[in-house]
């Protein structure tokens, strides 16, 4: 009779590092499985004590799976769709996506190309030349990533305060966006070096041969090669004006020009007692970027593992 082999301490690391994993990826999937859940529940039975997790039980059963009482009232509150002539037949007239999601797609669009853009060419300039002081501005801009937003609220309140007051024409948007691209460049400046020291300069010293300009060799070699990392950036850049809430609540003085984090906070305090209204506007506001990540995750951490390693 052939004698068992005992675990080796390799599998049993394998083991435990894989519970670990699993333990992790149940606490945080827990709350969004229960937000999703609760956002189809009905009002009586978000209210309910005891709680339960599914609305699936009746006087004689504990579950019973032909009994569930979903209900989409929740999402029908926040959408508000009314019957239209237009191509839907339909028009959503919740203030939530009829208003703030307008304003923040805004902003992290236009913020998302400025700052791909602009660190694009900082991350080019940092990669492929030799500078004096470039050590220097590189451990500055590194420095910089590392101070909150939090620690400057006050500071550009005030600072919008008193442009509002002068005499030269103020935008709140416009100022919201470079606030955004001042405070998000510096961290996406290194990755994008990173990224352009992973592409090897033979490949633009080839193009020169040939006959290319620098210009040239940058825009039909250099820029196509490096445009994986460019996309992380502006996918990065996008989902973190998308989630912040607290420059886009103060330093906007409209409620009408407020991003969608301030309309779900807003939102928050005229439902709080509609758990189910809640938990779908928090639904329906993070799914598109867990659309965007889904569609694009392969891109995305292959370009940030890439510029992570060479930077």
Same mark, same amino acid.
């Given at each position: ?130 500078? !004096?002081?470039?050590?220097?501005? +590189? =451990? #500055? *801009?590194?420095?910089? /990533?590392? &101070? ?5 609220? $006050? %500071? ?67 820029? !196509?090669?490096?445009?994986?990392? +460019? =996309? #992380? *950036?502006?996918?990065? /850049?996008? &989902? ?5 809430? $607290? %420059? ?64």
């Amino acid at each position: 009779m052939a004698k068992l082999r005992s675990p080796s301490r390799k599998t049993w690391g394998s083991l435990l590092v894989n519970g670990i994993m699993i333990v992790i990826l149940v606490v945080v999937l827990a709350p969004i499985v229960l937000t999703v859940i609760i956002s189809f529940k009905d009002q009586q039975d978000t209210i309910r004590k005891p709680p339960v997790l599914f609305p699936c039980d009746t006087e004689t059963d504990g579950f019973d799976l032909d009994a569930c009482r979903w209900a989409v009232e929740g999402y029908e509150r926040v959408l508000a769709p009314k019957p239209s002539e237009g191509l839907l037949g339909f028009k959503l007239t919740g203030k939530l996506f009829r208003l703030y999601v307008p304003n923040t797609l805004l902003y992290a669009t236009a913020t998302a190309f400025g700052v791909t853009l602009l660190a694009g060419m900082s991350g080019f300039g940092f990669s492929r030349y030799r500078f !004096p002081g470039r050590g220097l501005l +590189l =451990a #500055a *801009i590194l420095a910089i /990533t590392g &101070v909150p937003l939090l620690t400057n609220i $006050l %500071a550009l309140y005030q600072m919008g305060v008193v442009l509002r007051k002068s005499p030269f024409p103020f935008n709140d948007r416009v100022f919201l966006i470079v606030v955004y691209l001042g405070f998000f460049l510096p961290l996406s400046v290194w990755i994008a070096k990173g990224f352009f020291d992973t592409i090897p300069r033979d490949l633009e010293e080839a193009a020169l041969i040939d006959g290319a300009s620098a210009l040239g060799a940058l825009r039909h070699v250099t820029m !196509p090669a490096a445009m994986p990392g +460019l =996309a #992380a *950036i502006f996918l990065l /850049t996008f &989902v973190n004006v998308w989630n912040e809430f $607290l %420059a886009g609540y103060l330093l906007v003085s409209k409620n009408e020009l407020k991003p969608v984090m301030f309309g779900l906070y807003d939102f928050l305090s005229a439902n709080i007692i509609n758990l189910q209204v809640i938990a779908a506007a928090c639904v329906l506001i993070a799914l598109p970027m867990v659309v965007v990540f889904l569609v694009a995750r392969k891109s995305f951490l292959s370009a940030m593992v890439e510029g992570a390693v060479k930077g």
